[in-house]
């Protein structure tokens, strides 16, 4: 079976056998009877111990099918240690032999030692998740963690955690998570990629800062929103960038927000738009909890993220309503903000545009790109009709539970009765009707 470190080929091999260790069970001890006076035989000697123990060679196969295993589960990792440790043509030449065709193409003494540190990184990072692994999907007693550049207002601090809180009492508090929040100001933004760095490193998840500023897009990604969003104040914009960005096989929600301009700048936009971004975001770590593989491509298929309008429009549906519930109840501060059904009016048009300037199509097929916002309109408005014509109930209680024994598609039935392409009929017949009329499914 190929070894392949881009197509995450499954390995024969797994963890690292443990020396196996056979002792040999001990004569029984034997009593002579003579004329003479009785006497007992010495004991017998017990054999020692064998051990059989791995060869070095067996040991490096055996950490390549561990390697390959892990990327086989989505870390790119050792993708880039090997490219860095060993060169780029060597790191290719891996990529197609399997584990066991190495001792035919070994590398050099120098390359082997390089391509063993990656291994053993690796060996160590799988270990350290292993102890998070059995808490995944369930819900946790720990409250999250937020980290936040210097410059971030401690009252928008407030208003974020106020809304990640409340939405863990809604749908249940799933954890590990981390939440990191970039600022204004580049030099912050730069001390708090540093943060984010040195966090991995103390959980395990990277080897070194240097790895983590090299290879995880986070760093990047507070210095790039830093700039974004201070323009967009300059400008008098809201908006921005948030998202949950794993990590499963670290056994971590984890998180990374620009800067809360609606929380921070309630003049520009009200900061209930900000809550429910939160809202949104921590929606996905809910979906991400009951899907237990940890491997990439079936998470997406799970997800449904070959068209984002299941996965992004449940999160906005859930999200628009669900903070809409905490504010309305008083678990959220208050905050001036168009009714729900005017809202949700707004996507109507979205959708109802872009199906006049696509004829013959559904909003369906949308991916993420320039049309993504209208695959979530369209998604939230689609979880709207699944939850008036079934109960807002079964997506949680029905849908999820199923998903990891039936499937994307299968839990899609099982829930609603139809399948998937049906649905979509039938849904795009209802969303041609006026707005007034649609808007009168909504809670």
Same mark, same amino acid.
């Given at each position: 079976?190929?070894?392949?470190?881009?197509?995450?080929?499954?390995?024969?091999?797994?963890? %690292?056998?443990?020396?196996?260790? =056979?002792?040999?069970?001990?004569?029984?001890?034997?009593?002579?009877?003579?004329?003479?006076?009785? =006497?007992?035989?010495?004991?017998?000697?017990?054999?020692?111990?064998?051990?059989? =123990?791995?060869?070095?060679?067996?040991?490096?196969? +055996?950490?390549?099918?561990?390697?390959?295993?892990?990327?086989?589960?989505?870390?790119?990792?050792?993708?880039?240690?090997?490219?860095?440790?060993?060169?780029?043509?060597?790191?290719?030449?891996? %990529?197609?032999?399997?584990?066991?065709?190495?001792?035919?193409?070994?590398?050099?003494?120098?390359?082997?030692?390089?391509?063993?540190?990656?291994?053993?990184?690796?060996?160590?990072?799988?270990?350290?998740?292993?102890?998070?692994?059995? /808490?995944?999907?369930?819900?946790?007693?720990?409250?999250?963690?937020?980290?936040?550049?210097?410059?971030?207002?401690?009252?928008?601090? /407030?208003?974020?955690?106020?809304?990640?809180?409340?939405?863990?009492?809604?749908?249940?508090?799933?954890?590990?998570?981390?939440?990191?929040?970039?600022?204004?100001?580049?030099?912050?933004?730069?001390?708090?990629?540093?943060?984010?760095?040195?966090?991995?490193?103390?959980?395990?998840?990277?080897?070194?800062?240097?790895?983590?500023?090299?290879?995880?897009?986070?760093?990047?990604?507070?210095?790039?929103?830093?700039?974004?969003? /201070?323009?967009?104040?300059?400008?008098?914009?809201?908006?921005?960038?948030?998202?949950?960005?794993?990590?499963?096989?670290?056994?971590?929600?984890?998180?990374?927000?620009?800067?809360?301009?609606?929380?921070? $700048?309630?003049?520009?936009?009200?900061?209930?738009?900000?809550?429910?971004?939160?809202?949104?975001?921590?929606?996905?770590?809910?979906?991400?909890?009951?899907?237990?593989?940890?491997?990439?491509?079936?998470?997406?298929?799970?997800?449904?993220?070959? +068209?984002?309008?299941?996965?992004?429009?449940?999160?906005?549906?859930?999200?628009?309503?669900?903070?809409?519930?905490?504010?309305?109840?008083?678990?959220?501060?208050?905050?001036?903000?168009?009714?729900?059904?005017?809202?949700?009016?707004?996507?109507?048009?979205?959708?109802?545009?872009?199906?006049?300037?696509?004829?013959?199509?559904?909003?369906?097929?949308?991916?993420?790109?320039?049309?993504?916002?209208?695959?979530?309109?369209?998604?939230?408005? &689609?979880?709207?009709?699944?939850?008036?014509?079934?109960?807002? @109930?079964?997506?949680?209680?029905?849908?999820?539970?199923?998903?990891? $024994?039936?499937?994307?598609?299968?839990?899609?039935?099982?829930?609603? @009765?139809?399948?998937? &392409?049906?649905?979509?009929?039938?849904?795009?017949?209802?969303? &041609?009707?006026?707005?007034?009329?649609?808007?009168?499914?909504?809670?």
């Amino acid at each position: 079976m190929a070894f392949s470190l881009v197509a995450g080929c499954p390995s024969s091999g797994g963890e %690292l056998a443990a020396p196996a260790t =056979t002792t040999a069970a001990p004569d029984a001890g034997v009593v002579e009877t003579t004329a003479v006076p009785a =006497t007992t035989a010495a004991p017998a000697t017990t054999a020692a111990p064998t051990t059989t =123990t791995l060869s070095d060679e067996d040991k490096f196969i +055996n950490g390549l099918e561990n390697a390959a295993l892990a990327v086989e589960q989505g870390d790119n990792v050792f993708i880039n240690c090997t490219v860095e440790a060993v060169g780029i043509d060597a790191a290719w030449s891996l %990529l197609d032999m399997a584990p066991d065709e190495y001792l035919d193409n070994p590398l050099s003494v120098e390359d082997e030692t390089a391509l063993t540190a990656c291994i053993d990184d690796i060996a160590v990072r799988r270990e350290t998740a292993a102890h998070l692994d059995a /808490s995944w999907g369930a819900t946790v007693s720990t409250s999250p963690e937020f980290f936040y550049a210097s410059d971030v207002p401690e009252y928008s601090q /407030s208003l974020l955690e106020e809304a990640l809180l409340a939405a863990t009492a809604l749908w249940g508090n799933y954890g590990p998570l981390e939440y990191w929040v970039a600022g204004l100001d580049v030099a912050a933004a730069e001390d708090l990629g540093d943060q984010f760095c040195a966090k991995r490193v103390e959980l395990g998840n990277l080897s070194s800062v240097a790895d983590c500023l090299d290879w995880d897009h986070t760093p990047n990604f507070f210095v790039e929103r830093a700039i974004d969003s /201070s323009e967009r104040i300059v400008n008098g914009w809201g908006g921005g960038n948030a998202g949950r960005n794993g990590n499963r096989q670290w056994g971590l929600h984890l998180y990374s927000s620009s800067y809360p301009i609606c929380f921070a $700048e309630p003049s520009i936009c009200p900061f209930a738009d900000d809550q429910k971004t939160v809202f949104h975001e921590y929606f996905h770590a809910v979906q991400h909890a009951f899907i237990a593989t940890a491997n990439w491509d079936l998470r997406d298929e799970l997800m449904h993220r070959e +068209n984002i309008w299941w996965s992004e429009g449940g999160a906005e549906y859930m999200a628009q309503v669900g903070s809409q519930e905490m504010r309305d109840s008083g678990v959220l501060t208050a905050s001036e903000w168009a009714p729900l059904p005017e809202r949700f009016g707004w996507m109507i048009w979205d959708i109802q545009e872009w199906m006049s300037d696509n004829p013959g199509q559904s909003p369906s097929t949308i991916g993420y790109g320039d049309d993504g916002h209208v695959a979530y309109s369209y998604g939230a408005w &689609a979880h709207a009709y699944l939850a008036f014509k079934f109960s807002p @109930g079964v997506l949680l209680d029905t849908f999820y539970p199923g998903l990891n $024994e039936l499937g994307w598609e299968g839990a899609f039935a099982n829930t609603y @009765g139809m399948n998937s &392409a049906d649905f979509i009929v039938e849904f795009d017949e209802f969303m &041609a009707q006026p707005v007034d009329v649609l808007v009168e499914i909504l809670p």
